[in-house]
């Protein structure tokens, strides 16, 4: 397994949707876990270390208790609750940088998992919005871009002032 570099915004790869998956990601999937313990983070999207395919990988428990990975190909969100929840969304590509983000509270997610075995399930609470967080970057969108425009510019300009020159 390998550490891979995760991309920074404003990288324009961040900003295209991916294709979907088609050939075996077990490799590229293991390495993304790894990245993302290392980060130390709760969910990466494959486009975040440049692959442009519709993979992500997350784990919301593993920093309260045992790990729970999930590997996640080829996903589509299939409900939304209307009920939604606000709260402060931090971004691996945006590091530094923390966003008030409204998510559905519950999304029913369909995907196929690290063996190709069809998955379905309900996710709520944190799960739900981790999915969400990553489901937006496989359609090429990152937090900034959910903000109302004075929110993103004053968002974009505390990101660029903890930048390194």
């Known amino acids: 397994m390998a550490i891979l570099p995760i991309l920074r915004w404003p990288d324009a790869r961040l900003s295209t949707p991916c294709a979907p998956v088609a050939e075996d990601v077990a490799q590229l999937a293991a390495d993304m876990l790894e990245t993302m313990y290392a980060a130390p983070g709760r969910g990466l999207a494959a486009p975040q270390v440049g692959v442009l395919k519709r993979l992500f990988v997350m784990d919301v428990a593993w920093k309260e208790g045992t790990p729970a990975p999930r590997i996640v190909i080829n996903p589509q969100i299939l409900w939304r609750s209307e009920d939604t929840a606000t709260g402060a969304e931090g971004c691996l590509s945006i590091p530094g940088i923390l966003t008030d983000i409204p998510r559905a509270r519950e999304i029913r997610m369909a995907w196929t998992d690290e063996r190709g075995q069809?998955?379905?399930?309900?996710?709520?609470?944190?799960?739900?919005?981790?999915?969400?967080?990553?489901?937006?970057?496989?359609?090429?969108?990152?937090?900034?871009?959910?903000?109302?425009?004075?929110?993103?510019?004053?968002?974009?300009?505390?990101?660029?002032?903890?930048?390194?020159?």
């Open 118 to 165: 069809p998955q379905d399930e309900i996710l709520t609470g944190f799960a739900a919005i981790c999915a969400q967080h990553e489901y937006d970057h496989l359609d090429g969108i990152v937090t900034f871009d959910r903000l109302p425009p004075d929110q993103r510019a004053s968002a974009e300009a505390a990101y660029q002032d903890q930048s390194p020159a």
